[in-house]
């Protein structure tokens, strides 16, 4: 959920995230076309209400990341995206921590541009077919590595790691399940209807 | 592939906007104890969560674990406040603060009990009834306003549809204002 609350991490790990974040943010924004700020708009609005809808899968209930989705079509520029929607979660509904702002759009934009990154190296031929295989894979993998890093910053804040990791790990095994399955069907139609929006990445 | 994210999008719709995961402790006082309920906003319990309750100077008073449907129940010597602080394992943490005037009157003020029963005077047969009457009320009330306050409390939680549309109205906005400084940086 890449939502940890204040009070949880230590000082080095949030001044860490922070940077990682900034760094982020500034080369987003630096490489941000003016004809693309609409679509990160629009992204950034996804990401913000996609954490808020809770769809059944199983016994659970879970919600979508959308890293996946938003680092294929954003590249770098999701990392401004993903602020602007935690900055809002955090301020409007208590999700998240302000302090930790950083950790936690470093632990949801990092994965998400890896998706991105990988996916367009991978998608050369430009077939739908492949781009949805691709983009479950980025879907599914983003929110691993989200909850692997989420693992990781709480077992580097002095948490006991194994414990953390099981919990937040199997915790987002069905929100994988389901947002690989997402991922693959928005890639695939952007794919036959608009493959430009996946093709290049600022 | 179509039919699929058709599906999808009708669930989106259908399901209620609610609940990101995030720990919440509810606890008041019942008589000479606390008794409290951790869930995660929307309303999952949160069984085996292991809790530590502290005093007003920060030192630990005690410690327990929820039970399987969230609830957990604390007994109290000292009428203070009580600090109570749940921490789930995953990152997830919360906490709720239990003010001493929320405990009966019965109960010593300080954490040193015995200097202050021997401070006391001698209490007559009617002042120790009078006392418990009191605090059987105290109980009662406690115990009919607590499913309120507690509702309350989740009602707090509740993720609405116009604070989506006011979040949503705001990333538009904000980047809207980076769409003009873009233009008004071309035109210049």
Redesign the interface.
Same mark, same amino acid.
């Given at each position: 959920?890449a939502?940890? *609350?204040d009070?949880?991490l230590s000082n080095p790990v949030l001044v860490a995230g922070a940077i990682v974040s900034t760094v982020g943010v500034a080369f987003g924004l630096k490489g941000?076309d *003016?004809v693309r700020? #609409?679509r990160? %708009?629009v992204l950034?609005?996804v990401l913000?209400?996609a954490?808020?809808?809770?769809? #059944?899968a199983g016994l659970a209930?879970v919600?979508l990341l959308l890293g996946g989705l938003a680092g294929i079509v954003l590249g770098w520029s999701v990392f401004p995206a993903m602020l602007?929607?935690l900055v809002?979660?955090a301020v409007?509904?208590?999700?998240g921590g302000l302090v930790v702002l950083g950790v936690n759009t470093m632990d949801m934009a990092v994965p998400a541009l890896l998706a991105g990154l990988l996916f367009r190296l991978a998608w050369r031929d430009g077939s *739908?077919r492949r781009a949805?295989i691709l983009g479950g894979l980025a879907g599914g993998g983003g929110v691993l590595l989200t909850a692997v890093m989420?693992?990781c910053?709480?077992g580097l804040s002095g948490?006991?790691f194994e414990?953390?990791a099981r919990?937040?790990v199997v %915790?987002h095994v069905p929100v994988m399940a389901v947002e690989a399955?997402?991922t693959? %069907? %928005?890639v695939?139609?952007l794919a036959r209807v608009k493959p430009e929006m996946l093709a290049r990445a600022s | 592939m179509i039919k699929t994210l058709a599906l999808l999008l009708v669930l989106l719709l259908l399901a209620h906007p609610a609940q990101a995961h995030k720990l919440k402790v509810f606890a008041s006082a019942e008589g000479a104890a606390i008794s409290g309920l951790v869930y995660f906003s929307g309303g999952a319990k949160a069984m085996g969560v292991s809790g530590v309750v502290q005093g007003p100077d920060g030192a630990e008073v005690g410690r327990f674990a929820t039970a399987e449907d969230g609830s957990f129940r604390f007994p109290v010597n000292v009428r203070m406040d009580h600090l109570i602080m749940v921490d789930a394992g995953d990152g997830h943490v919360a906490s709720a603060l239990v003010a001493a005037d929320e405990f009966p009157a019965s109960l010593p003020p300080t954490s040193l009990p015995q200097v202050a029963a021997s401070a006391r005077s001698a209490p007559t047969v009617a002042s120790v009834a009078a006392a418990a009457d009191m605090d059987a009320v105290e109980a009662a009330v406690a115990r009919q306003i607590r499913p309120l306050r507690q509702q309350l409390d989740a009602y707090e939680e509740k993720v609405r549809l116009h604070d989506l549309l006011g979040g949503i109205g705001t990333i538009f906005g904000l980047f809207g204002i980076v769409a003009w400084l873009n233009a008004r940086g071309r035109t210049s």
């Open positions: 959920m939502h940890i *609350p009070g949880v941000l *003016p700020v #609409p990160v %708009a950034s609005a913000f209400v954490s808020l809808i809770h769809l #059944p209930s919600h602007v929607a809002l979660q409007l509904f208590g999700f *739908p949805a989420v693992a910053m709480l948490r006991e414990t953390a919990l937040v %915790a399955v997402f693959a %069907a %928005a695939s139609l | -």
